[in-house]
């Protein structure tokens, strides 16, 4: 089934009283709209998102939704329904199966919303969440009460609405001006409407008291850790390069790129600890392209998959094994380098070195070995 949801952006939201749209305002780094549009495409249920924006602002939302799969922006009109219809004329070519409709000043659509409509939706043309009414109503007139309204079978409408798109598409041809919801339109046409449950949690910002009871999840950060290893033969004839810098020696190390053992130990370490695998998966040394290289462009990958993780390294550990050169004079150099490239402070880098005690190949001086490790913190 193809689902597609309308986000209703196109108000002006006079009575919260900022100096903008309601849903242009920032919550924990994010316009509001964006909160909403990122709630509704949560659980992989909606195919893309159809903005509705005022005449003028389709770049400014579109700036917006970036990275999401949002279609072009169209204008909207000058009262919901309208609205609505820009929408619904923007997807005639794709004609989805369903379509929700949802306000985008609505930022959070609890878990669970989205898939109660759509099997909803099997059975009605319609369906929307609800809440019943708790509160005693009632009717006043000149600042008296004049009746008390029964508040048995009353419930509060809320969005997304969920519909057929042919349903909808023929609910609003002719539609008054003066609707307030989508489902009011299926109604006057004798359709019936679902009702799912509904949630306090479903808040729609209409005046500033209302930011204070939306709550945006703070997801759960773990702390992942990983380790790298790797050794590089001392060979005549090749710059000795650690840790992204050129160290005077005599002798420097073999390999496929530049043999930087000190940033393939690192990358091996960030790789682990995301789970993706060793350096030889993204850059194999059997790929000529990847012949003398400059290992630099290695850990700038790896420092973009954390960041591409929603991950945030919190510091990375080099110890370089070696008896010759003398590392101590560098190392300060090298934390500088490894942490430009990491992009964090070079206070989360470090580096020392330590000898075999003349033992073993390192020992011997046939080669260089690095053993490295991270910890990252990510998003359960």
């Avoid at 169209?74 to 609205?83: F, T, Y």
């Avoid at 009605?124 to 079978?153: E, F, H, N, W, Y």
């Avoid at 949630?199 to 380790?227: A, H, W, Y």
Wanted: aromatic share 4%; proline share 8%.
């Amino acid at each position: 089934m193809d689902v597609v949801a309308i986000l209703l952006a196109a108000g002006q939201g006079t009575r919260f009283g900022a100096d903008r749209p309601k849903q242009y305002l920032e919550i924990a780094g994010k316009p509001v709209l964006r909160h909403a549009a990122e709630a509704l495409l949560a659980e992989g249920l909606v195919a893309a998102i159809q903005p509705v924006c005022p005449a003028g602002q389709e770049a400014v939302l579109a700036a917006m939704l970036q990275g999401l799969p949002a279609l072009p922006p169209v204008a909207g009109g000058a009262s919901r329904p309208a609205s609505v219809r820009a929408g619904l004329a923007a997807l005639a070519g794709r004609a989805p199966d369903l379509v929700l409709v949802h306000d985008s000043a609505r930022p959070l659509v609890p878990p669970g919303t989205v898939a109660a409509l759509l099997a909803a939706l099997e059975a009605s043309p319609g369906a929307i969440p609800a809440q019943p009414v708790s509160d005693t109503l009632k009717r006043g007139a000149a600042g008296m009460i004049s009746a008390t309204v029964p508040r048995a079978g009353l419930y509060r409408a809320q969005t997304p609405q969920g519909f057929r798109y042919a349903s909808l598409v023929a609910a609003h041809a002719g539609a008054p001006e003066d609707a307030t919801d989508d489902a009011e339109l299926l109604e006057r046409m004798g359709e019936v409407v679902a009702l799912v449950p509904g949630s306090e949690r479903n808040v729609k910002i209409t005046f500033p008291e209302d930011l204070d009871r939306v709550t945006i999840p703070t997801p759960q950060m773990v702390c992942r850790v990983g380790t790298g290893f790797d050794v590089h033969r001392l060979v005549p004839g090749r710059p000795l390069i650690l840790c992204g810098i050129a160290v005077p020696h005599s002798l420097g190390l073999d390999g496929h790129s530049d043999a930087d053992v000190g940033i393939h130990a690192l990358c091996d370490a960030i790789y682990g600890a995301l789970g993706e695998g060793d350096i030889g998966r993204h850059f194999p040394p059997s790929q000529m392209k990847w012949k003398d290289a400059d290992s630099a462009q290695f850990l700038l990958h790896a420092a973009g998959r954390i960041a591409a993780r929603g991950g945030r390294l919190v510091n990375a550990d080099v110890t370089l094994i070696c008896e010759r050169p003398k590392i101590g004079p560098h190392a300060r150099a090298m934390e500088q380098r490894l942490a430009a490239l990491l992009g964090v402070d070079v206070t989360r880098v470090g580096v020392k070195a330590t000898t075999t005690e003349r033992l073993g190949f390192a020992g011997r001086e046939e080669g260089i070995a690095c053993q490295s490790a991270v910890s990252i913190l990510m998003a359960e």
